[in-house]
């Protein structure tokens, strides 16, 4: 478990300082499976989230699950039976029997010829091929860095597992690839993470991104497109920092044009994650940047804002969508003033209800909303507990989708009222807030 942030560790004032001076915005970094942002469609996406969300949400794909296409070659033509003459009465009667089975089976034969001789890493334009808006940001990331798989590099380049094994990509494919998908805010170079030799992996990311850097000065590979430099090393202090100092140099190097800043891989997968990060964000400079793909929960995502991180990746709407949970937090800021500050064990009752467990009987005959400040459509349209409990016992998809439209409305709510609270001088108060129902969750349960 990590540490929540402290109130009184200001490690990371000048970073946080850096941030509110730049009115920079951070992001939630929302990983969309297959290229689609889960279970919306456009319709659904612009009829449920105001355009003022837009600017807290950034769309994650993958290049491992939707830019790797089946390749079909020349089909090699095989010598028929016909072509071999028979020498003896026993390969004559074999040959009549192939024949005879042949016949039988000619659409099978066919559908052999059909099959794939490869695969490899196409783009294709995001607006038309993936159902993707062109009002959101988006980001376009080798893997959602929540794999098992690390990524390893071989003699032709940076390899990484997809949904038809590991397939390999050179720093010029890499391009092509991203060049393909035209309309990209941004994307994270390939990296090598492998855990046999870090230091191998650390200059072998930095030699890829470097290829990639030589590549982009004399071809305009997707112009738009901005370039995250990977920072890779595990859980090593030593190979994070010289991790940092190339990906800090070749940002340089692509200039500011193309440069978006520094994505630390694989934190969350670290022991010492809090302390990974407080280290990494420190060494950067704070005009730069930072980005963290992935971050396993709620308490990471917070550690992430406090520490100053421009782009925060979290699948936590869609998982607990999908484990039939609805997050319910308290985003009131003004709260505390307005009302007397109720007894211990009160504020503790309430303030436990910051996840709502919808498979649980309880709530069968519960007629109250998610939430009932929420503004999201599935509360909005008045869809009781009651109906969202009765949709997930019957397994029906309708409610796993009322509650991701709910707990995605919640998680962009939590990045407004931090990005606000930033700009107000009010990140502290924001932080007990959220740590005040985080811990009495603890305490309860
Ligand atoms: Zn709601």
């Keep these: 478990m990590v540490a929540l942030p402290d109130e009184n560790d200001h490690s990371c004032t000048s970073r946080i ?39 807290h949400l950034v769309f994650g794909l993958s290049m491992a699950d939707c830019c790797i296409v089946p390749v079909y070659g020349t089909t090699e033509i095989l010598p028929k039976n016909d072509d071999i003459t028979p020498t003896s009465k026993r390969q004559m009667r074999k040959l009549e029997r192939k024949r005879a089975i042949d016949e039988k089976k000619p659409t099978k034969e066919a559908d052999h010829k059909k099959k794939p001789t490869g695969y490899e890493f196409k783009g294709r334009p995001l607006e038309s091929h993936f159902v993707m808006p062109s009002n959101y940001n988006s980001m376009i990331l080798p893997t959602f860095d929540m794999d098992p798989e690390p990524m390893t590099s071989n003699a032709k380049g940076i390899t990484l597992m997809t949904s038809h094994g590991r397939q390999s990509l050179t720093p010029s494919e890499f391009l092509g690839v991203l060049g393909g998908l035209q309309t990209a805010s941004s994307c994270v170079c390939m990296y090598d993470e492998s855990t046999k030799n870090r230091e191998l992996a650390v200059d072998r990311t930095a030699d890829f991104v470097t290829e990639c850097q030589q590549w982009l000065e004399h071809n305009d590979y997707a112009p738009a497109t901005k370039v995250w430099t ?10 994070r920092e010289k991790s940092i100092k190339y990906a800090l140099n070749l940002g340089e190097s692509f200039g500011a044009s193309r440069f978006a800043g520094l994505a630390l891989i694989g934190i969350h997968r670290c ?11 420190s060494m950067i400079p704070s005009t730069t940047p930072v980005a963290v793909l992935a971050t396993t929960d709620l308490e990471q995502v917070l550690e992430c804002m406090a520490k100053g991180v421009d782009v925060v990746g979290s699948d936590l709407p869609l998982n607990l969508a999908k484990s039939h949970i609805a997050l319910c937090l308290d985003l009131n800021m003004d709260d505390k003033n307005e009302i007397p500050p109720p007894s211990k064990r009160a504020r503790l009752e309430v303030k436990s209800n910051w996840t709502l467990e919808m498979s649980n009987l309880d709530y069968s005959g519960d007629t109250r ?62 932080f007990q807030l959220l740590k005040d129902q985080l811990q009495s969750t603890k305490t309860l349960h």
């Design 17 to 55: 300082d850096q941030f509110r001076q730049d009115k920079r915005i951070c992001k939630l970094l929302l990983p969309c499976p297959d290229g689609a942002p889960p279970y919306l469609t456009p319709f659904l996406l612009n009829a449920c989230f105001p355009s003022e969300t837009h600017q």
């Design 230 to 239: 990977p920072v890779v090393g595990g859980p090593d202090l030593r190979y």
């Design 271 to 281: 022991e010492e994650a809090s302390y990974l990060l407080q280290y990494c964000t």
């Design 369 to 430: 909303l998610l939430s009932d400040s929420c503004e999201c459509y599935t509360c909005q349209n008045k869809h009781t507990r009651a109906y969202i409990q009765h949709l997930v016992t019957v397994k029906e998809l309708l409610g796993e989708i009322l509650l991701f439209l709910h707990n995605l409305n919640q998680m962009l709510n939590l990045f407004q009222v931090f990005n606000n609270a930033l700009q107000e001088n009010r990140e502290t108060q924001f």
